[in-house]
């Protein structure tokens, strides 16, 4: 028997003060994170929409039944290391805190996937929703639940990918089947997606989604915002930081740094650097963005 948790990382319990840091530290995504709070909280809130048409129309309108059937599914689509992973585990965090509500993340393990034997995919796609909805159905709306399906092209492939095998098909309709399922069953549950390659996830699977948001690269605004703020403290002149916004941006590869080149590596790489006896630098900053070139977009056929 296939256990939660085989098939789920550890569940993230909201709010919480450590993904409330991870999402407020999350640049140049403000107007995706305002966007996502609306559609998520209605979502996972449905009855403040009804109470909104009866506040604002004194009935509640059919637009609202419509909008309360959609498919409960948002797919974050873009670059790597560009903030999707963390934004789809914390954003609800500022949901918990306005409503005063606990939201549940729960993750679905790439071991989801399975060894490839027939019928396991489906299966172990099956048993996760079945998990999913069955917690839903106890919680019901007290305790909304996130289901976060990461790298979901590896789950999600076109069906039309012409070297598919026979399995993987059945795993993008087990997942299909799923999300119309948490759609039609219980209420207080979304699904978010998260992919590198858009155009690799089947294309029943996008139709459904209520939204997709592009995640891309900072552009020379950003970078110069995450820069000031990874390097709090250390004197950088508004010419040295022009130096490093330039030194991070597109160069002869016609791609600058990710978000996560210049948080996981430069930064780590600039302080070692500097450490024990020196303090750090922009030269030193600058040294380090050389010595660490951009991750390179991620290209590889589906
Ligand atoms: N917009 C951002 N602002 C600040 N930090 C960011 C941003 N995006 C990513 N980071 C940092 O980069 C690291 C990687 O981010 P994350 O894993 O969320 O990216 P991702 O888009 O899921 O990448 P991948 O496509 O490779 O899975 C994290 O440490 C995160 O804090
Ligand atoms: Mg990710």
Known sequence: MTTSRELFEDDLDLPDPS????????????????????????????HLLQEWSLRTHKTVLPAVDRLAHRPPLIIFAGDVG???????ETFADAVARRHRIDVRVKRLSLRARG??????????????FDIVLDEARTAGSTRPTILIIDEADALAQSREASQMHHEDRAGVNALIRGISQVATEVSGVLVIMCTNRIGALDPAIRRRAAAE??????????????????????????SDLRQLVELTGPGDGGYGHTYSDLVDRVLSATCLAAYPSDPITAELIAEQIRICPPTPPFTAQP
């Open 19 to 46: 993904a409330q840091q991870r999402y407020a530290r999350l640049i140049g995504l403000d107007p995706i994170k305002a966007r996502l709070a609306k559609e998520a909280e209605l979502i996972l809130q449905p």
């Open 82 to 88: 560009t903030g999707k992973t963390t934004l789809a």
């Open 115 to 128: 060894t490839g034997a027939v019928g396991e995919m489906t299966r172990l796609i099956g048993t996760a």
């Open 213 to 238: 948001f592009d995640f891309s690269r900072p552009n020379d605004t950003q970078r110069a915002a995450i820069i000031t703020d990874l390097f709090e403290g250390v004197p950088l002149s508004s």
